[in-house]
C-alpha cells in the first residue's frame, strides 16, 4: 500500500508541474504550436535519463526502491509518459534487441495516434 501512496503523491506534483510547464509555455511562446507538451516530453526523458542513470551507476543501495516509484514512476509518469517510452526504447537498444525497439517506438506512436483518431470518431459519430 505504501508503493501506492508514494506513485499517488508522485504523480500528483509531476501533474502540477506538467501544468505549470504548460501555461508558461504558452504565456511565453504561443499557442500556435504545442511547445508545452514539446517541451514537457524533452525534459522529462532527459531527467528520466539522468536519475535513471544516477540510480542504476552512482546510488547504489543508498536508494531505495520507494525513491524510485516516487521519482521516475510518480513524478516523471505524472510529469510525463513519454520519458517511461523514451527509457524503455533505451533499454531496447541497450540489450540489442533493434527488432522490438522498432516494434515498439514505431507501434507505440502509430497506435497512439490510431487510438486518438479512433476515439474522436467514435466520439463524433456519438455526438
Known amino acids: 500500500m505504501q508503493a501506492y501512496l508514494l506513485v499517488f503523491l508522485g504523480a500528483g506534483l509531476g501533474g502540477c508541474l506538467r501544468h505549470t510547464v504548460n501555461l508558461f509555455a504558452a504565456r511565453l511562446l504561443g499557442t500556435n504550436f504545442p511547445w508545452g507538451t514539446f517541451l514537457i516530453n524533452i525534459s522529462g526523458s532527459l531527467v528520466m535519463g539522468l536519475l535513471a542513470g544516477f ?20 513524478v516523471l509518469g505524472g510529469y510525463t509518459t513519454f520519458s517511461a517510452y523514451s527509457l524503455d526504447s533505451a533499454l531496447l537498444y541497450e540489450r540489442g534487441e533493434f527488432g522490438m525497439l522498432a516494434a515498439y517506438a514505431v507501434g507505440s506512436v502509430v497506435l497512439a495516434l490510431a487510438g ?8 463524433r459519430t456519438l455526438s
Open 55 to 74: 540510480l542504476a551507476f552512482r546510488a547504489g543501495a543508498n536508494w531505495t526502491q520507494h525513491a524510485r516509484l516516487f521519482l521516475l514512476t510518480g
Open 116 to 123: 486518438v483518431f479512433g476515439g474522436l470518431a467514435v466520439a
